[in-house]
């Protein structure tokens, strides 16, 4: 079965500090994609980055980055001078490729404060 | 502002009842998908229409129905409510089917959050 880990529940880093959010993965398909996803306390889902399990370098959009390490099936997210709004749940998500539709499996979440 | 619209924002109604949620989806994008958000379940996914036509089938209870209109807005519709049925009701859209390489982004709309009492 395809499974998303995120064994962090909540986190805090200091403002203009680097943070790392683990997410590792579970699937036997070659094919697949992997997102993240930032939910602010308003609610609304908002794209971040995203993988490709054919993608031979790491992804990075912003002070976003990606480090995939395929092997160890981890995409851990990697967000860079940390800024008070980036408090929130981050979520990642996985897609099944060639597999009849497009739908994302979740992890649980990691709730990410920013610390003044 | 993603460009995908639900209405309505908030939902408050008593067990039994149906209701409707209501999704358009970004200008061009052909799929959408509906996600469910609950405190015990996490987020779950529903179901998706591509271009009219039902694609993939999550999770989604008997008393739950969608459809995609011409138009390709989509509507999820939910009977006989209970009060698990409690959550925040996401639709996404993407250009394409979302299962091929290079993968489609789902963008989020703003989710309704439905109360059961």
């Known amino acids: 079965a395809q499974k998303i880990t995120q064994t962090q529940p909540g986190m805090f880093v200091q403002e203009k500090e680097a943070v790392t959010l683990d997410c590792t993965y579970d699937t036997s398909d070659p094919s697949y994609g992997l997102f993240w996803y930032k939910q602010p306390s308003s609610g609304e889902m908002i794209f971040l980055i995203y993988q490709g399990s054919y993608d031979q370098q790491n992804a990075t959009e912003g002070r976003y980055s990606l480090n995939f390490q395929k092997a160890r099936k981890s995409a851990n997210l990697v967000i860079s001078a940390s800024q008070l709004g980036d408090s929130a749940m981050y979520f990642c998500a996985l897609c099944r490729i060639y597999n009849q539709g497009g739908k994302l499996i979740f992890g649980q979440g990691t709730e990410l404060s920013v610390k003044p | 502002d993603s460009g995908v619209t639900q209405t309505p924002k908030h939902l408050i109604t008593a067990t039994g009842q149906r209701v409707t949620l209501r999704c358009s989806p970004r200008s061009g994008d052909l799929s959408v998908y509906w996600y469910q958000q609950s405190l015990d379940q996490g987020l779950q996914f529903l179901i998706q229409y591509y271009n009219g036509e039902e694609r993939a089938k999550g999770n989604i209870l008997e008393r739950f129905s969608a459809q995609q209109f011409p138009d390709l807005h989509s509507e999820l519709n939910l009977s006989s409510l209970e009060l698990g049925d409690s959550a925040l009701y996401f639709c996404?859209?993407?250009?394409?089917?979302?299962?091929?390489?290079?993968?489609?982004?789902?963008?989020f709309g703003p989710g309704t959050r439905l109360t059961v009492l």
């Open positions: 996404a859209s993407s250009v394409e089917e979302g299962d091929r390489f290079p993968t489609d982004t789902q963008y």
